[in-house]
């Protein structure tokens, strides 16, 4: 007597099961990838703020072997009226600055600003407009920052330090400044959420002391990435 048993199938999945299965991955993905994007972001944070405290450390360190020059060309950069040079790193708008820390000028001795040829900022070549050095087609030099925008500089040689240009109160001793934007470019910030952390903190009656433009250049600042938070 033969016994027979139930025929299997081993076509694999059924549709119902790779349905629950492809819901169950949707799912996970759905919750993982905010995450995910919050690390990278946060990263792209705090590498931004390292940046900005090498380009200012550069600067310094230029500074402190030339006899207090800056590191770059005056004849292509002009002050303004409170004697204060802006600057971002990108090509033809750097007045040379990343050329000269990051010793890459011409051998020409008659133009050359870094005479002994030190590197003060180091960063490998990127492929992409990012994260670093950036050789575009023209052969012009960039250097930008993790959301592919430029650095943006204040310089200036007075003694008692440079204006910050989001609170505009000077800082002494101060005489490079350097910033990221964030990811939008702007640095604009959420005025109204930042204004209501202040109420918060100082209490209901005095919230409306913090419709100011203190409160405004509180979160401006929540979006600026610069040396002066390294953390």
């Known amino acids: 007597m033969k016994v027979r048993f139930p025929h299997r199938s081993h076509g694999g999945f059924t549709l119902?099961?790779?349905i629950i299965v492809i819901a169950i991955l949707a799912t996970l993905?759905?919750?993982?990838y905010p995450t995910y994007m919050s690390i990278q972001e946060n990263a792209s944070k705090t590498a931004a703020k390292k940046v900005c405290t090498d380009i200012v450390e550069g600067v310094t360190?230029?500074?402190?072997?030339?006899n207090g020059m800056m590191p770059y060309d005056a004849n292509e950069a002009q002050p303004d009226a409170q004697d204060q040079i802006y600057l971002r790193t990108k090509a033809g708008e750097d007045a040379r600055l990343i050329m000269v820390?990051?010793?890459r000028e011409e051998d020409d001795a008659d133009n050359r600003i870094n005479t002994n040829r030190d590197t003060y900022l180091r960063s490998d070549e990127q492929e992409q407009p990012r994260?670093?050095?950036f050789i575009d087609a023209n052969?012009?030099?960039n250097f930008y920052d993790p959301w592919g925008q430029p650095y943006y500089l204040v310089l200036c040689e007075e003694e008692k330090g440079c204006i910050d240009p989001f609170t505009s109160k000077r800082l002494r001793g101060k005489k490079c400044l350097v910033y990221s934007l964030g990811a939008d470019g702007e640095g604009a910030g959420n005025t109204e959420a930042a204004t209501s952390r202040k109420g918060a903190k100082k209490g209901k009656n005095n919230t409306k002391n913090d419709t100011s433009a203190e409160a405004e250049a509180e979160?401006?600042?929540?979006?600026?990435?610069?040396?002066?938070?390294p953390k």
């Open 16 to 18: 119902i099961e790779l």
């Open 29 to 32: 993905a759905s919750i993982a």
């Open 61 to 66: 360190r230029f500074a402190q072997d030339y």
């Open 101 to 103: 820390l990051t010793n």
């Open 131 to 133: 994260d670093g050095l």
């Open 139 to 141: 052969d012009g030099i």
């Open 219 to 229: 979160a401006i600042e929540d979006n600026v990435y610069s040396w002066k938070n």
